[in-house]
Each structure stands twice: as C-alpha cells, then as structure tokens.
C-alpha cells in the first residue's frame, strides 16, 4: 500500500467509534469546577494518567515504542498485536487515548509516533510498581536473566537440568528437591537466577556430578575483575573496545577450557605444558590468512545479507574508487583473523588502475592510514601483510615502499606488515629505502616465497584462500625437566603431548570451518572453495628448543649436541605428518614468536625453582622464539658457514616456518642496516630486521 492509502487507512481508523472491552474502560472523572484551581486540575490531570495505565494494551503500546523506537501507524499497531481489520477500531482507540494525554507524540512531516518524555516516565512507574507489588506479596520470586521478575517455580529448575545439563529425569528431580529445600530455608522474597545456578552446581558437585556441573555452570567474569579494568583504563590501549572485547573472551576462553577443549589438553594448557593463545578466539575465527587481493577487489564489496550497516561497493574502476574500497576491505577481514591477513598481488592491482607512481603514493599512504583504525580483537591486533615479490616494475615496487615509509613515521607501533619475496629478485635493487624501513620501525620480513611477516609459511601457489591454525604453543624446557635428562625419553614425551594436541586442533579446524561456511566470517565465506580444496592446515609451535636441548638436557652445542637437536625436530615433523593423515588433516611444525610466554618462565620456576630456571635462560624474561643471527656478525659469515648450514638446515626441516630474527642496536646507521639485509638475503631463506 501506499503512503497515501496508508495515511488514509490510519485516518479512517482514527476515526471510528468502537466498542471496547471493560477492562479497557476508562472512568468517568468527575468535572472540576473552575474554582477549584490548579491544585485540582493537576490532581485531574494525573488521575487522567492513571486511567490510561489501566489499559494493558496502551502499556504495551509504550513499551513497543520505548524499545523499538519511531514507528509507523501500521508498524506500531502489527507489533502492538492488533493484526485483523476487525481491531484497527480498537488499536486507534487507545492510540487516541495516549495521545491525548501526551504520553505518546506523532511527528507529521516523518508520520511515525514515538514516546514522549512523559511516556518514559508512566511507563518507568509502572515498571515499578508492578515489582514492588510482587515483592509485597510475600511470595518467592526470581529476577532472571531475561530482565523479568516471576514466581518462583521448581519444574523450571527440573526443565533446565534436563535441557542444558542433559541430566536424566530422575535425577533432575532429586536435585532440583534437595535446591528447593535449601531455597526456602532463607527464607527469603527476593532470588536471583544466577545465586539459584549456584546451588544447582554445587548440589552436582557434591554428589559427584562434575561433568554435569561443567555444563550448566554460568561463565563470566568475577565482579572484581570488572571492576579493575575500570579502575585501570591506563592498560586500556583501544578505547572502550578493549573492556568489551576482553570480557567477551575471558567468558569464551573459559567456555573453551571448561566445555570444549579435552580436558587432558585443558589441563595441560593451564599447566605450563602447552600455551594456546587468543583463547577467547580459538573457536571463531583462524590465526593467519593467506588471500589474493585481486580476487577480493574484482566483484566489490557483496556481503551476502551480514553487516548491512556496511555500504555495498562495487568493481572498483578508477584509482579513487580503489582508494574507497581497500580500506573497508582491509577492515573488513581483519576481523576474521587472530593474527595476520596476507594479501598477495598488491602489485598487480595498483598497475592495473595507474600508471602515475605520485598518485598511487599518495592514495596508499591514505589507505595504510584508514586501514589502521581497524577493529583489534585482541591485546595484540591482527597485522594486515603485503606480500611484496621483487621481480617486477621497480619504480613501481618502491612507491609502495616510500608509501609505507611515510605511513610507519606517523605510526609508533604499525599493525600493516610488508613480507618481500627476494626468491626471484634482488633485495640489493631495493634496499636503500627498506632499510630507512627498518631504521623507521616498519614491521618488515624477507623470504624466498610466501609467508607471514611471523614466518608462517604458506605452500601454496594458487590464487585459492588459505588458512593456517596454530596458536598452539609446547614448551620444549618443560617436558626436558620431566624426562629425567634422558634424550628418548624426552622425545617419547613430546609425542604423547603433541598427538591431543593436534585432534585438540582438528576439532578446531570443524568448528572454524562450520562457522565461515555459516557466514560468521562474511569476506571467507565468498571464498568457500578452499573447504573443498583442503587448503587448510595446522601448525604446531616449539618454543625453548636451545634451552631443553643444551642446557636441560645437557648436551654440548658441538656436532653430536646438534644432531640430537635436529633429531628431536625431525621426529616431531614425522609424527605430524603421520597423525594428520590419520585424521585427514595438514599439519606442520614451526617455531615463531607467540604471546604471553612469560607463563612459562612462571610456572616453570613454581615447579622446579626460580634459580634452575634463572640458570637455564641466560638473563632473558622467556624461553627462545625461532632462532636469532647478530647483523654485526654477518661479515665473517659465508654460505658454508657452520652457523648458516645449522640454520638452513632447521629451516628445511621445519616445513610451518622458522622465524630468524636479524637483530640490530638501536642506534644502527642506515647504511649498516643496508649492508647487513643484502648479506643476509644471499645467506638464509628468510629473516626478520628487529632494531
């Protein structure tokens, strides 16, 4: 219908005279005389109000429009239940009514109704006093989680045991009696849903019922702990995204180690075994993402139905509607990873729109800007790559590199990487403006092929989406300590603990692929042919190689000590391969940089002392992440150097990545900068400057 039609409709509504229910009577008020002044025509005035909030149907009419906001005639009166022709009388009825007494308002020029200032507050008192009354009774009643207070009633208990704890029948009843006992000993008008959970649970535990207990427990976080990250908005570094984002995972997290995780595996996360970052995010969203950024742009932005407050965009066709386009893009996905998003191709999309290298600088150092204020999920954002190949247009390859430049000079800490792929190339034609790159703080890694700017390597050469899950981190020095300095033994161990940890990982692998194909990541579920292709993988993580190997375990850093390194990798590497193709998955080992290790220095130091862990870190704060070469030793290296073979070695046994860190003093000049990632490129597959 029209607006015209539905105006007239709401017109003739209006006006109909209509027989209504007694309940819904208002009384006749006696006149006031008009000598009786203000004193009465106030108190007729609020007995009008009165009569008005007799009416259910008008305090549900509030109560719609106090929720729902400014609502057309026909969309107040369908919501309000008045859904037949034969009640349009009866809905403009009380309509009028509420009007009349100002508690409701039309605005003409939009013809939507809304509730007044005065509507709020008849529909707060009457909010109130319906509590109170119940409370006056001298019944028992619970204010539950639904924002609603009802009478208290033992089958709900019964239902809920049954439903969410999946306890039989039988059972449920004798708890739920052995609960209703205890409750009406307090003896007490006013529950809470949550305080009754708590007795439910703890009637479960003391009969011995942990599993159930796991089940139907509330998740959250303690009061306290709220209270703090008010207290302490100095550690918030993102605004009020940080105390949303941080309750929701802690709530997660415990959902994930309580429910979710097996519980061997739980336990020895909690443990110091094994570490599992971002656990609030394990079951929603991958760790790194390799994409091709020509595939994303070639069709726009197409959401399918999810984030309709995002502006649909389509194939973009100038340099400006690129320049609109591949921030909301780059938004867009990094909500759909913990880690890192990859992007290939950048090259090929920007000569593609523009052959004018001033122009497309100015529009990239515009983009890296947008793209920075990107939703962080977590404490650690995800870093936005770009995978940039060293053959090809070099004046175009350097504008890129003076764009990111001028982005990373205004930015303390860039959460945009570059990864630059010197396997075809020379870093040598470049390295003049990429080490005022890594002179400026740029988040920078050089390989032979693909990867994250953490090392993640990424084998496949297809445009195809592909997902790498880790996350998962063994701590090496722990099961050392535990095998009594026996090298077999210690082996024997690692692989009893990494064969839960990878079917830990694979259920991951389903629940984060039930999830994408669902829509829950909108940009992946475009790209949903890498379900079929398989093009997802798992990555384990060592952590502490060097301290478990040479200083727990005690062998020298000699030749013998060195095969007996390499010898505990390839057996890992091994046992991968094999319990991934049992179960039908890729899985690959890797040693990069993870968060929050310092739990393990921690805990560690709780178990065997703080003076033998002391002893074995050699006055760092963790254990050792991937492997580190000194930039001021580089020029006594050659390729056959013993240092350099050790390295490349592990690299090639390690097929998930090896992260090599090229350390440099603060105070390094640029030149040296220079010389030392040109001598690096012709000595190992990849590295990472960390000044």
Known sequence: MGKQGADFEEELDMDVDVDVDDDDLDLDLDDDSPGEGRLQSTSKRVRMIFSVMASPNRIDILRILNSKGPLTYSELKSLAGFKSKKESGKFAYHLRKLLRQSLVALNKSERRYTITNLGKLVLSLARQIEERSIIESGKMYVRTSHDSIEEFNSEKIIQSLVREGSLPLELAQKVTEEVENRIYKFQTTYLTGSLIREMVNNVLLEHGHEDY????????????????????????????????????????????????????????????????????????????????????????????????????????????????????????????????????????????????????????????????????????????????????????????????????????????????????????????????????????????????????????????????????????????????????????????????????????????????????????????????????????????????????????????????????????????HKKGQEMGVDVSISMVDSDDLKRFVTLDGEKYGKNPIMDVLDNSVHYSQGLELNSTELDKLTAKSELILDYNKISKIMDGGVLVKLSFDSKAKESDIKKAIEKASLLIPSFKPIK
């Open 213 to 576: 207990r796991n089940k139907l427990a509330r998740l959250g976080m303690p009061v306290f702990e709220i209270q703090e990250m008010f207290t302490n908005v100095e550690n918030i570094r993102n605004g009020v995204e940080d105390i949303l984002f941080t309750s929701g995972k802690n709530t997660l997290a415990e959902y994930l180690l309580t429910n979710t995780l097996p519980k061997d595996v739980a336990d020895s996360h909690l443990s110091g075994e094994l570490h599992i970052s971002n656990l609030g995010l394990w079951s929603l969203i991958p760790d790194t993402i390799f994409l091709n950024l020509k595939e994303l742009i070639d069709y726009g932005i197409d959401l399918k139905g999810k984030c309709p407050n995002v502006t649909r965009v389509s194939s973009p066709k100038t340099l400006d509607d690129l320049r609109t386009l591949l921030p909301m893009i780059f938004n867009l996905v990094s909500k759909e990873s913990s880690q890192e998003i990859v992007l290939d191709d950048l090259t090929t999309v920007l000569a593609k729109f523009s052959k004018g290298t001033d122009d497309i600088e100015k529009m990239l150092v515009d983009v890296f800007t947008m793209s920075s204020t990107s939703t962080s999920l977590d404490k650690s954002p995800a870093v936005l790559s770009f995978r940039i190949p060293l053959l090809g247009d070099k004046k175009l390859i350097n504008t890129i590199f003076s764009a990111y430049n001028t982005f990373v000079k205004s930015t303390p800490s860039p959460k945009i990487g570059l990864v630059i792929d010197y396997e075809k190339g020379k870093v040598i034609d470049h390295s003049q403006i990429l080490a005022q790159t890594v002179s400026l703080g740029g988040n920078i890694t050089f390989s032979k092929g693909m990867c994250s700017t953490n090392a993640i390597k990424n084998s496949n050469k297809t445009p195809e989406p592909s997902i790498k899950l880790g996350s998962l981190t063994i701590n090496l020095p722990r099961l050392a300590l535990e095998s009594s300095k026996d090298e077999t033994y210690f082996r024997a161990r690692l692989v009893l603990l990494m064969k839960p940890a990878i079917a830990a990982m694979a259920t991951r692998k389903k629940d984060v692929s039930d999830l994408i194909r669902r829509g829950v990541n909108p940009i992946l579920a475009e790209k949903t042919q890498f379900m079929q292709k398989n093009n997802t993988s798992l990555i384990l993580n060592f952590v502490g190689l060097k301290e478990a190997v040479h200083k727990i375990l005690g062998h020298k850093e000699d030749k013998e000590g060195k095969e007996i390194l390499n010898k505990v990798l390839e057996t890992a590497v091994d046992i991968a």
